[in-house]
């Protein structure tokens, strides 16, 4: 039994192939998945993320090397604007352009990796320090030019001014040197101040050469105002001239030796910003390349891990269900109360506990089954009893109705004939009272037989309960020994076969049977012309048979089950209580035997057949 | 008076000998002494009434008294007989038997017995039940009577 109470306890559960193990190592493998994808993302990101910084490095160098392009620009602007106006805090700011741009050299220098590079960046260097010195020396010109033009000028023009004033006071009005001389200084002032601004030297030197041609005339004059013009206008001559050399070495300082050094820079910056840009393109190109292998890769990646997944997902998942498909249909299939075979118990999970319990429950059906069939013959052997308790009961009404009924009909006699006596003797018929006596002796007699019958039938199967072996030869030998007075009132041919066979029973109940029936039979045939009686008896494979055989009037069939009943007299002329083949009756059925009619009633004679069980279903073996 | 005044005539069915001798001296104790016949059982009955053999000669009787438990042909049976033949049915019967159950009871009316009386034991009530007897059913219901005053 303890074998049968601990199925589950016999096969330890494997801890690894449980359904938990299962679906935890399918959520790990997930959560691996997941991780991977991530790393592998990462990992991507941060290549792109180390290139880019690489581009925006190069980014801005390129955006240094065009700040310096700008830079050198404006310095240009600064200087042709320094060489119109002479300021010197334009210059001054040109320096520190210049300085600032020096120093943003330093810086891409050291940002520079490639040689090349940054001998571009020393070229720079160097064509910005040759730019610079020309600067300082223009600066240096222009400050001369400016002391030439305010201060010598102003000064040789007064004394001009002074010589010509002396010149034509001396000379009168209408000379005509002075008036040349007036107007050839004029012009030549208005020329030097034009060149000054547009650097147009013809008109200049066309007047520097009329005033030589004037001067030369007025060398001719002897006249002293005409040798101080003339000196005055030497020393304005020398000064145009000087104020020229000036403006021209300033101007081609700028104009040539600057622009070309500005040019050489932005030339060379330009030369570096292609190099940077150059060297820029195959880090775009790797960042697009990198970019789109991570993409790639992520997608592959992921795609392979979503069908990976699906698989793993879909076999833990089939591996889990299938078994428990299974099991859920048995469970079902048992709640049915069908019989079934239970799938999985050799399973070492989950599953394998489910079957084994499933297994355990089945048997519970089965007992229950069981329990319930055991229930209903129960039931149904209680509604047997139930049934036979009312057929006794009904059956005790019925005797009790028929008992009080035939017990007061001898009472209703005596009483009667008493009465009648009673009559009788009032009216002096003394010998008619008397007549009546044997009529109430009967009634009593008869009302005394009606009760001893009654106490025998009721004893019947209730005081003889033992049962035992029966010699039939010698029972029914004893039956016509106690019958003699009767056959010697009613006599007949009686003939008793012998070796009957023998039987189990009540000595005295089935002597009893026997009795009753040679009784009946012996009275019935008191009208037939030489009655015949025969008892006989045999075996066969159904039990033991006997029968009473005679040849008076016989009984109708429609009688054959009414004559068993209590007080069923067929011929109320014929003596007898009508209790005898009711005795009969329960005699047969305490033996679990029958008794029945064979007759057609029509004088034919009666058969009463016995049926006895055969030996071995109510009875021991006889004796040896 | 009394020459002018029919005689009740009444069927005694009964199958105790000692019974019908009871009854038929009671009967004949009462004033109107009738004149009675006795069936043994319930097929003589109904071969005296019908006036078949052994009774080609009977006569109509004016009552009938009928014991329910009879041999061949019982009490009730016998009844039917009788009501439903449309000769007989004129003729009242009285149930006369020791059984004083209720179901019998209801049975002899529902076969439309006139009446159903027990069998007394003190033979004092038996003398006034058949006194009874005559005095009813003798003036009320006798058809012999009622043809000859008619």
Known sequence: MSDDQQPTHRRPMSYLRSIRARIMLGFLTLIAGICLMSAVSYSGFGTVTKEFETFRQLNQRATSVLELDRRVSEVQRYVSIFSYTGHDSVADRTFAVVGSIEEQLVAIRSLLKNPQDVERVNRLDGHLKTYRDTFSQAYEQRKIRKVLEEQDYPRVRRQVEEALQNYRNASGRRDRLGERAYVEISELEENLFSYMLQLDAYPLEQSLEKLKVLQRDLAESSRPQATFLYQALGGMHRLAIRIMQATRSFLYLTGVVMAGEAL????????????????????????????????????????????????????????????????????????????????????????????????????????????????????????????????????????????????????????????????????????????????????????????????????????????????????????????????????????????????????????????????????????????????????????????????????????????????????????????????????????????????????????????????????????? | MKETKPKLKILIVEDDDQHAELIQFTLCETSQKPQVWRARDGEEALSFLQKREPFPDAERPGLILLDLKLPKMDGLEVLHHIKSSPELKTIPVVMLTTSASRKDKIKAYESHVNSYLVKPMDFSDFMRLAQDLCNYWGSLNNPLALEKSG
């Not at chain 1, 891990?305 to 833990?316: E, H, N, P």
């Open chain 1, 264 to 624: 050489e820079f932005s030339h060379v910056s330009t030369s570096l910003r292609e190099s940077i840009l150059a060297e820029m393109n195959p880090v775009i190109a790797l960042i697009q390349t990198n970019t789109r292998q991570t993409q790639t890769f992520n997608l592959v990646f992921s795609l392979m891990c979503i069908l990976f997944g699906l698989v793993f997902s879909m076999a833990v998942g089939l591996s889990i269900a299938r078994p428990i498909q299974a099991v859920a249909g048995t469970l079902l299939k048992l709640s049915r109360g069908e019989k079934t075979e239970i799938p999985g118990v050799e399973r070492s999970d989950e599953i394998g506990m489910m079957a084994q319990a499933a297994g355990v429950f089945a048997k519970r059906n089965e007992e229950t089954e069981q329990l319930l069939k055991r229930a209903q013959t129960l039931t149904r052997e209680l509604d047997l009893s139930k049934k036979e308790l009312e057929r006794s009961n009904t059956e005790m009404e019925q005797f009790v109705y028929t008992v009080s009924h035939d017990l007061k009909s001898p009472v209703v006699t005596s009483m009667g004939f008493i009465g009648m006596m009673k009559v009788f003797a009032e009216q002096g018929k003394l010998e008619d009272a008397l007549n009546k006596l044997p009529t109430l002796e009967k009634a009593n007699q008869r009302m005394s037989e009606l009760i001893n019958d009654l106490l025998d039938l009721s004893r019947v199967g209730r005081a003889d309960t033992e049962h035992e072996f029966l010699n039939m030869d010698e029972i029914l030998e004893n039956v016509q020994l106690h019958a003699t007075g009767l056959l010697e009132k009613y006599p007949a041919d009686l003939t008793i076969s012998k070796n009957l066979p023998n039987i189990r029973g009540n000595e005295t109940r089935v002597a009893q049977v026997f009795d009753n029936l040679m009784s009946n039979a012996l009275k019935y045939t008191s009208l037939t012309p030489s009655p015949t009686i025969k008892i006989g008896g045999f075996q066969d494979e159904n039990g033991t048979r006997f029968f009473v055989k005679d040849n008076g009037p016989g009984i109708p069939k429609r009688h054959h089950d009414r004559v068993f009943g209590l007080f069923q007299r067929l011929d109320v002329s014929i003596e007898g209580t009508g209790i005898g083949l009711a005795i009969v009756k329960k005699v047969m059925k305490t033996h679990n035997g029958s008794v029945w009619i064979e007759s057609e009633g029509d004088g034919g004679g009666c058969t009463f057949w016995l049926q006895f069980p055969p030996y071995g279903d109510k009875a021991d073996a006889p004796p040896a």
